[in-house]
């Protein structure tokens, strides 16, 4: 049958330095494919990535692995069979928290499968007739994204002929109008500065990286001068070492000086290199940043076009009660006129009593 992929990514390898044992040494220079395989005719779990033609990373999955974020886009788990430790940087989060339950998932299939093969090793014998062991493939997991949705359906509006009805409708509308903006400027207003947080972050972290890189090549053409010196020093004591057996002493402890100092020299020069290969995340922060930029612009757009919306709100507030206090008054007319009208039947009506009553 082969190998059976069951789940892919894209990240950026780093192997441990076997030397220090603490150092990460970049295994490809950009970010590749990292995948999970499983092969049905060994019954094992890998993980592989392929640079080129070069696998970077050939991990058999046991149940002992265990992976661990060390931060939050960045994860290591350590390999017995291949005597090194593997790191991944991921560009978001949600990459390294759907490697990890990836991981842990193919972790426990690794347990079945081992716990499997002990039991059947128990039980054969030659009066039993057992089936070899079946492939046991780990079980996906199927991620349902969740889209809340605010708003309301199709409001049916009645309308009245009272107009005592349609300024309360139209006092609620203004009202739910303004509960909303005030809503949404709330959320954006926060939205906003944590934008702007890990907008000063990054720059923070930029600028720290770049004075980090300009201290070592001081620090480096530093240990260069003094290396030159310390040879001038030997090479002068050599020549009075001819006439000075104590000055013996004194080249040998400068000659362990320039020892130490070349390989003090060797060291920063592996860690600038280090630090060259890091320009590569320092690119994604600055692409983050720009992201976060535009979207911050795009937040604020959409605030000025709720305030307007409440301003045009509030306009129709006013015209309707401005509306409401001319129908007022043209009532108030009418009514005075009734009521002459009525006066002048009541008259009428006695009139016509007292005639008739004569």
Same mark, same amino acid.
């Given at each position: 049958?082969?190998? &059976? ?43 592989? %990535?392929?640079?080129?033609? *070069? ?11 265990? @992976? ?5 886009? @960045? ?5 017995? #069979? ?5 790191? !991944?940087? @991921? ?23 081992? $716990? ?8 054969? /014998? ?7 062991? &079946? ?10 994204? !969740? ?25 609620? /509308? ?8 005030? =809503? /949404? ?26 004075? %980090?890189?300009?201290?070592? *090549?001081?620090?480096?053409? $530093? ?5 030159? #010196? !310390? ?18 002493? *004194? ?20 860690? =600038?290199?280090?630090? &060259?290969?890091?320009?590569?995340? @320092? &690119? ?10 535009? #979207? ?38 009418? =009514? ?12 009428? #009506? ?9």
């Amino acid at each position: 049958m082969g190998e &059976q992929p069951l789940f892919s990514t894209k990240a950026h390898v780093f192997q441990i330095d076997p030397a220090t044992k603490r150092n990460w040494i970049p295994a490809s220079k950009h970010a590749v494919t990292v995948s999970f395989f499983y092969d049905a005719n060994r019954t094992v779990y890998r993980i592989i %990535s392929v640079g080129g033609t *070069k696998a970077i990373i050939n991990s058999t999955v046991t149940p002992n692995m265990t @992976f661990t974020k060390t931060s939050q886009k @960045f994860g290591q788990w350590a390999d017995s #069979r291949a005597n090194t430790v593997y790191g !991944l940087g @991921f560009s978001t989060e949600q990459h390294l928290q759907q490697f990890s339950e990836q991981f842990k998932e193919v972790k426990e299939a690794a347990r079945l499968v081992r $716990e499997k093969s002990q039991e059947k090793f128990e039980l054969i /014998c030659p009066g039993l007739n057992i089936d070899p062991l &079946q492939a046991l493939s780990g079980d996906r997991r199927s991620l349902t994204a !969740l889209l809340c949705v605010n708003g309301s359906g199709e409001d049916k509006l009645f309308r009245s002929k009272s107009a005592d009805l349609e300024l309360a409708m139209k006092k609620e /509308c203004v009202k739910k109008i303004r509960s909303e903006g005030s =809503i /949404c400027e709330v959320s954006m207003e926060a939205e906003l500065f944590t934008l702007r947080k890990s907008n000063a972050k990054l720059v923070a972290a930029l600028h720290e990286a770049n004075s %980090s890189i300009e201290q070592w *090549k001081n620090q480096l053409s $530093e240990y260069q001068q003094e290396t030159h #010196r !310390l040879r001038d020093q030997v090479a002068e004591l050599e020549e009075q070492s001819v006439h000075s057996a104590a000055s013996e002493n *004194k080249t040998e402890d400068l000659f362990q000086s320039v020892e130490d100092m070349e390989a003090l020299l060797m060291a920063k020069d592996e860690e =600038i290199n280090k630090l &060259q290969g890091r320009k590569s995340d @320092f &690119q994604d922060l600055v692409e983050e940043r720009e992201e976060i930029n535009k #979207r911050m612009q795009e937040l604020e757009q959409r605030n000025l076009e709720l305030e307007q919306q409440v301003q045009r709100a509030e306009q129709n507030l006013a015209s309707s009660m401005e509306a409401r206090q001319q129908a007022e008054g043209q009532v108030r007319k009418v =009514i005075e006129v009734l009521d002459v009208k009525i006066f002048d039947l009541n008259n009428l #009506r006695q009139s016509l009593d007292n005639f008739l009553n004569k």
